[in-house]
T-cell receptor
């Protein structure tokens, strides 16, 4: 089944404790992206990657890191989480075809709470 | 901001009625997409309309695009309780690999059985 998976789905942690949220897609998509969703603010892009070893900042990259060593994986790293990073996080991927990106496929989300 | 703005923010209708949701944007687009999100879940793509298209259909969904007014509408006909969800419009700006997809804040649709 074509899908985007994220782990963990739920995480409660404490300020300053490094964490990684994994994202994997099995559709051979070139493009992958991380978003956070907060009430009243909609989806905001954190980082994106157009292909292996190519990453770039989105609209709210502060406090986050990413890497794209393999096409299928795009982990999100919080080196020193803070309470303002409490949010619902989504990974998404998209195929590059005919000179444009097609629709995005989203993972199920990771609900992160930083105490 | 390139962010699309949906209207209304919330919509409550009776099952069987049609639901119309609107999206406006400020700068020219490559395409416009509508997504659906059930509570706390990932977004699911519904339909994509390109800037040179004016109308598209998919099942009970009808999307129109008016580039002169920089607006789009999503019509769900004969709504069902299962259509209760949040709906987001997303606009793709620019061309090629550096194009950007920007999401609006969403519309909450409630369909009463």
């Amino acid at each position: 089944e074509a899908q985007v998976t994220q782990n963990p789905r739920y995480l409660i942690t404490v300020t300053g404790k490094k964490l990684t949220v994994t994202c994997s897609q099995n559709m051979n998509h070139e493009y992958m992206s991380w978003y956070r969703q907060d009430p009243g603010l909609g989806l905001r892009q954190i980082y994106y990657s157009m292909n292996v070893e190519v990453t770039d900042k989105g609209d709210v990259p502060e406090g986050y890191k990413v890497s794209r060593k393999e096409k299928r994986n795009f982990p999100l790293i919080l080196e020193s989480p803070s309470p303002n990073q409490t949010s619902l996080y989504f990974c998404a991927s998209s195929l590059w075809a005919s000179g444009t990106y097609n629709e995005q496929f989203f993972g199920p989300g990771t609900r992160l709470t930083v105490l | 901001s390139q962010q699309g703005e949906e209207d209304p923010q919330a919509l409550s209708i009776q099952e069987g009625e049609n639901a119309t949701m609107n999206c406006s944007y400020k700068t020219s687009i490559n395409n416009l997409q509508w997504y659906r999100q059930n509570s706390g879940r990932g977004l699911v793509h519904l339909i994509l309309i390109r800037s040179n298209e004016r109308e598209k259909h998919s099942g009970r969904l009808r999307v129109t695009l008016d580039t002169s007014k920089k607006s789009s509408s999503l019509l769900i006909t004969a709504s069902r309780a299962a259509d209760t969800a949040s709906y987001f419009c997303a606009t793709r700006h620019g061309n090629g690999a550096n194009s950007k997809l920007t999401f609006g804040k969403g519309i909450t649709l409630s369909v009463r059985p």
